[in-house]
C-alpha cells in the first residue's frame, strides 16, 4: 500500500500579525490510496471508540482512571503509516492511542491495560491505562512524568549513533538498522520542561534521527499554551536549531499530516538530523476524568474545537470524495463498534495480577550481583605495584571497556579532550578527579565523550542507550548536583523494569563523587544523603571505602543487569591507607556483602565509606583502655548485608551505626531501627549513632569539623555505649 508518490496538495499556513498560525481551508487534488484512507478512518474511529468504552467503563467504576487521544487521532495515524512497527522505535505519551493501534496494538491490549490486567503488554497492570508500551512492537515503557520520555528518545537513536561508529558492536548487540527512526511526542505543556530544551540541543548537535511530534492542543490541564509559551508558538522559538527540520500541520487533517509526517521521517531516515513536527490539534475531552473543562473553557471556544473533530470531518471527506459511500461508512462502524465490545467483554473478565507477583521485577530476575557467581575474593591474586582508589577504579573502567564494548562512558568532563586534533599535545582532562583518564585515548570518542552540563541530559540519554542494550556507565561529576537528574534517576532509571513487567531494562551504572573532608569542598562539594536513593526500589547503592573493595564492587556494578548508583568519597581517592595491588580483571565483590574490617568483642560499629578508618582509628584507641571494637565495613547500602549486622550485634551486644550523612533520617537509623526490631533480646544498651549535624557542610575548617563525625566522635560513642 504505497502512498510515498502521491502529489497530495496540503493546507497552507498563514502567519497573523499577531503571530498566531491559523489553517486555509482546503481541496485535496488527489488522495492517498483509498485502501489507505479506509484504514486510516477505521484506525481513528477506532481511537475515538476504545476511548467512549473507557469512559463508559470508568462510569461503571470497573475500570479506575482514564485520560484519552481524542481530537489527536488524525496526526497519530499518519505518523504511524509513515513509521514501521518492530523496526522504528517509539517513545510515546499517554494521548498516543491511535498511534499505538496503528503500530499494531490491538484492543484487547488496550482494554486489558485498563482494567489492570496481568496480560496487559504494556505494563501487565502496574501502570495507569495509556501509558503505552510493547516489546515486539518496539513501544518503550511510558511512564507519567511529562518529559523524561524525550532525553530517553535522543539516548536510543544515540544508541544507533554509536553503533554506527564502534564495529565491535555489531558482534554483540542486535536490532539495529541503518535507516531506523525514533519518534518522541509531547503535548504543548511538556515543552516547558528543561529536558525538552535537552532533548533537542543533543538530537541538533549529534544529528540524531529523532521525530519529535508536538501534539498541541493548545492545553496543559487548564493551562493555555500563551500562559506556558512565550508567543504562544514554541515552533518559532526553536526555529534556529541548527539541523532540525521544523514542519507545521493542522493535526487534525489526516491528509495534510500524512504528507508532513512523511517529509519528516525522510528527512530522519535520510540522516540530516531531527525533525520536529508541530501539529495543531484539538482535546474535545478534558485532559482526563479527573478533570473538568467546563471550569475554565468557556461553550463557545470548545464549540469551535468541535467543528475540526478530525473523525467527523474525515468522514465526510471520505463521503465527499466518494471513496465511501455513508452505508459502508457505517459499516466500519458497526464493526468497529462489536470489536470494541467484544474486547471489553474479555478484558472485563481477564485476571488481575497475582499478590505475590507485587516484588518480582524489582531488580532483574536473571543476573543477581549479590550471588557467588561474583564472589572472587577468597581466590584473589594481587600483584604490582599499589595503587590508590583512583588508580584501582581507572583500572577497572579499562579493562572493562577492553572485555565488552557495549560500554560507553560519559559525562561532565570525562573525556581527556574532545577536541581531537589537540589530543597529542595535551595532558588530557579525565575527569575532575582524573578517574577516567586516558580511556579516551584508549578507546576513542565514540565510546568516551563530555557531556553537556546537564545532569539530566546524561542520565536520560544513558537509560534509552541502556534500553537498546549498550553498557553506559556514566559520571555525575559532584553528588551535591545529582538533583536535576533526580526526576530520570528515581521515576525512569529504578522503576523502568518494574513497571514494564521486566519487559524492558536500563542496566546503568552511575558513578558519583560524594562526601566532604576536603577542606573547602563547602556547601555544593561536601554533602552525603545516601539515604535518598537506598529508599528507592529498583536501584542499587554501592559505597567502597578503599582501593581494593572500589575495584571489585564496580566491576560488579558493570556486570550486573541493574542500575547501581556508585558512590565514591573524593577524601578517599588518593589516600595511602587504603592502596591496593591489583586484583586482576575478573576480581568482583558480590552487593550485599559486608567486610569485617575489625574483630572485636565488646562493641560492634556498623559503618561505610569516610566512617570506615575514623573507626578503626577510634577502636585502636580505646582497645587502650581495654575495649575491644568490631567494625563491620558494609560497602554495599542497597542491599545491605543483615546476616553480618546481626552476626555481630549478637557478639558483642552492643552496636554504633556510625556514618557521614546526617543523624536525622540518615541511613543509620535504618538499620537502627531494624537492630532494635529483630535483635532487641541481644542488646545490652540501646543503639547508638555517630553521625553529621542535621545541617549543611560548611566552607570555614573549624565549621567543617564541628558538623562532620570524627575518630574522637566515635571514640566517645564508645566510652560511654560501654559505660551503660
Not at 561474583?374 to 581466590?379: I, P, S
Not at 577492553?402 to 560507553?408: H, K, W
Not at 518494574?498 to 531494562?505: D, I, Y
Amino acid at each position: 500500500m504505497s502512498f510515498m508518490n502521491t502529489d497530495t496538495k496540503v493546507l497552507k499556513l498563514v502567519r497573523k500579525s499577531d503571530s498566531a498560525v491559523t489553517i486555509e481551508p482546503t481541496t485535496h487534488e488527489e488522495l492517498p490510496d483509498h485502501k489507505l484512507l479506509v484504514e486510516m478512518y477505521r484506525t481513528m474511529y477506532l481511537s475515538r471508540r476504545l476511548d467512549d468504552k473507557e469512559i463508559q467503563l470508568k462510569g461503571q467504576n470497573r475500570i479506575f482512571f482514564q485520560i484519552s487521544g481524542a481530537g489527536h487521532e488524525a496526526v497519530l495515524v499518519a505518523a504511524g503509516v509513515v513509521l514501521k512497527p518492530s523496526y522504528d522505535w517509539f517513545y510515546p505519551y499517554y494521548r498516543d492511542r491511535a498511534l499505538c493501534l496503528q503500530l499494531g496494538m490491538t484492543p484487547l491490549e488496550m482494554l486489558l491495560s485498563a482494567v489492570g490486567a496481568e496480560a496487559d503488554p504494556n505494563s501487565h497492570g502496574r501502570q495507569m491505562p495509556s501509558h503505552w508500551g510493547h516489546k515486539k512492537l518496539n513501544i518503550v515503557s511510558q511512564s507519567s512524568p511529562t518529559g523524561t520520555q524525550l532525553l530517553q528518545a535522543v539516548g536510543c537513536a544515540e544508541a544507533s549513533y554509536r553503533y554506527s561508529l564502534i564495529p565491535e558492536l555489531q558482534k554483540r548487540v542486535s536490532n539495529f538498522r541503518n535507516d531506523e527512526v525514533t519518534y518522541v511526542s509531547l503535548g504543548d505543556g511538556t515543552t516547558s520542561e528543561g529536558e525538552f530544551w535537552e532533548a533537542l540541543n543533543t538530537a541538533s548537535n549529534l544529528k540524531l534521527p529523532v521525530v519529535f511530534l508536538l501534539e498541541d492542543n493548545g492545553y496543559a490541564i487548564s493551562v493555555p499554551v500563551e500562559v506556558q509559551t512565550a508567543g504562544g508558538d514554541v515552533s518559532k522559538l526553536v526555529e534556529n536549531f541548527p539541523s532540525l527540520y521544523l514542519q507545521r500541520c493542522d493535526g487534525t487533517d489526516p491528509i495534510e499530516s500524512l504528507e508532513v509526517m512523511r517529509r519528516a521521517v525522510e528527512y530522519c531516515r535520510d540522516r540530516k538530523g531531527p525533525a520536529l513536527v508541530h501539529a495543531k490539534v484539538i482535546r474535545p475531552y478534558s485532559h482526563s476524568l479527573s478533570d473538568d473543562e467546563k471550569l475554565y473553557r468557556p461553550d463557545e471556544e470548545r464549540a469551535s474545537d468541535a467543528e475540526r473533530d478530525p473523525v467527523k470531518r474525515f468522514g465526510a471527506l471520505l463521503i465527499d470524495e466518494g471513496v465511501l459511500d455513508q452505508d459502508e461508512l457505517q459499516q466500519i462502524k458497526n464493526e468497529v463498534d462489536r470489536i470494541v465490545n467484544e474486547a471489553a467483554d474479555v478484558a472485563l473478565s481477564a485476571a488481575q495480577p497475582p499478590k505475590e507477583t507485587a516484588t518480582q521485577f524489582v531488580f532483574s530476575p536473571d543476573v543477581d550481583p549479590c550471588s557467588k557467581e561474583f564472589d572472587t575474593e577468597d581466590r584473589v591474586q594481587l600483584s604490582g605495584n599499589a595503587g590508590t582508589m583512583v588508580d584501582l577504579i581507572n583500572r577497572c573502567l579499562l579493562t572493562e571497556m577492553a572485555r565488552d564494548p557495549r560500554i560507553v562512558v560519559f559525562g561532565e568532563d570525562v573525556a581527556d579532550c574532545s577536541r581531537e586534533q589537540y589530543l597529542d599535545g595535551v595532558k588530557g582532562k579525565g575527569g575532575v578527579f582524573k578517574v577516567t583518564a586516558n580511556l579516551q585515548r584508549k578507546y576513542g570518542s565514540s565510546r568516551v565523550f563530555n557531556s553537556p552540563l546537564a545532569e539530566a541530559n546524561i542520565v536520560g540519554r544513558a537509560i534509552g542507550m541502556a534500553t537498546r542494550g549498550l553498557k553506559p556507565v556514566v559520571e555525575i561529576q559532584f553528588f551535591d548536583y545529582i538533583w536535576p537528574a533526580m526526576h530520570q534517576i528515581r521515576n525512569e532509571l529504578a522503576l523502568l523494569r518494574w513497571r514494564s513487567g521486566n519487559e524492558w531494562k536500563a542496566p546503568v551504572v552511575i558513578r558519583v563523587p560524594i562526601g566532604g573532608y576536603l577542606k573547602g569542598g563547602a556547601v555544593y562539594h561536601s554533602q552525603s544523603g545516601v539515604s535518598t536513593f537506598t529508599q528507592i526500589p529498583g536501584l542499587r547503592v554501592i559505597y567502597p571505602s578503599n582501593a581494593l573493595d572500589a575495584n571489585g564492587l564496580l566491576r560488579t556494578a558493570i556486570r550486573s543487569d541493574d542500575p547501581v548508583l556508585f558512590l565514591e568519597h573524593k577524601h578517599l581517592y588518593r589516600q595511602a591507607y587504603n592502596k591496593s595491588q591489583y586484583p586482576g580483571d575478573d576480581f568482583m565483590i558480590p552487593f550485599g556483602k559486608a567486610k569485617k574490617v575489625r574483630e572485636g568483642r565488646d562493641i560492634s560499629i556498623i559503618t561505610y565509606g569516610a566512617l570506615v578508618q575514623r573507626s578503626l582509628v577510634a577502636a585502636k584507641q580505646m582497645e587502650q583502655e581495654g575495649i575491644s571494637v568490631e567494625i563491620i565495613d558494609l560497602r554495599s547500602l542497597a542491599p545491605f548485608d543483615w546476616d553480618a549486622i546481626a552476626e555481630s550485634v549478637k557478639k558483642t551486644n552492643r552496636v554504633i551505626v556510625a556514618h557521614e550523612d546526617s543523624l536525622s533520617f540518615g541511613y543509620g537509623a535504618e538499620i537502627a531501627a531494624r537492630i532494635s526490631d529483630e535483635l532487641f533480646e541481644y542488646l545490652d544498651a540501646p543503639v547508638k549513632r555517630v553521625c553529621a549535624l542535621d545541617t549543611f557542610v560548611a566552607y570555614a575548617p573549624q565549621l567543617e569539623d564541628a558538623i562532620l563525625p570524627y575518630s574522637g566522635d566515635v571514640a566517645r560513642a564508645i566510652a560511654e555505649l560501654k559505660a551503660y
